[in-house]
T-cell receptor
Framework: DVKVTQSSRYLVKRTGEKVFLECVQDMDHENMFWYRQDPGLGLRLIYFSYDVKMKEKGDIPEGYSVSREKKERFSLILESASTNQTSMYLC?????????????FGPGTRLTVL | GNSVTQMEGPVTLSEEAFLTINCTYTATGYPSLFWYVQYPGEGLQLLLKATKADDKGSNKGFEATYRKETTSFHLEKGSVQVSDSAVYFCALSDQSGYSTLTFGKGTMLLVSP
């Protein structure tokens, strides 16, 4: 069974902390994505990566950075967490093949910043 | 830019009722269209998709038809079950670049016995 896993289901951090959210996929997918999900706003794309060490900004990259050192792993970094980054964070991956558009999602990390 | 508009929820139905969740889109070219479902406490799962005009996607009793003339992709099910209670997201991909998706805001469906 194909799988996207995220390092934590729930995370509580303090304002100003550096936060790492990890995502791993076992499908050998080229593309990986980070979204945040907020009530009434749906999913918004933060960053995505189409290859190792490559990254592209999404719709809301401010306050975030990413790292992709290995094909299967994509990390989201909050350099200095703030309360307005309290949210659900979803990771996804997809192939660059003829079914290239289908994305597979992880279970999400609910982050609370106090 | 691309955008997806779907009906606001929650949609509250009794078991075995007919379901429609409306979705319209704005995009350039010929996008692919998707419905994703999110069950409580879980990530999103692909429910169905359609990649060209007049295609019908179907899965688990749900259906949606890609209507280019009305730029719509409405989700329907003839008889909902309590287990269908979830949040449903309509999304599109404009086939460019790296298969990024544009999502609607989601519609919560609550089905009571």
């Amino acid at each position: 069974d194909v799988k996207v896993t995220q390092s934590s289901r729930y995370l509580v951090k303090r304002t100003g902390e550096k936060v790492f959210l990890e995502c791993v996929q076992d499908m050998d997918h080229e593309n990986m994505f980070w979204y945040r999900q907020d009530p009434g706003l749906g999913l918004r794309l933060i960053y995505f990566s189409y290859d190792v060490k490559m990254k592209e900004k999404g719709d809301i990259p401010e306050g975030y950075s990413v790292s992709r050192e290995k094909k299967e792993r994509f990390s989201l970094i909050l350099e200095s967490a703030s309360t307005n980054q309290t949210s659900m964070y979803l990771c996804a991956s997809s192939s660059t093949g003829w079914v290239r558009n289908e994305q597979f999602f992880g279970p999400g990390t609910r982050l609370t910043v106090l | 830019g691309n955008s997806v508009t779907q009906m606001e929820g929650p949609v509250t139905l009794s078991e075995e009722a007919f379901l429609t969740i409306n979705c319209t889109y704005t995009a350039t070219g010929y996008p692919s269209l998707f419905w994703y479902v999110q069950y409580p406490g879980e990530g999103l799962q692909l429910l169905l998709k359609a990649t060209k005009a007049d295609d019908k996607g179907s899965n688990k009793g749900f259906e949606a038809t890609y209507r280019k003339e009305t730029t719509s992709f409405h989700l329907e099910k003839g008889s909902v079950q309590v287990s269908d209670s979830a949040v449903y997201f309509c999304a599109l991909s404009d086939q460019s670049g790296y298969s990024t998706l544009t999502f609607g805001k989601g519609t919560m469906l609550l089905v009571s016995p």
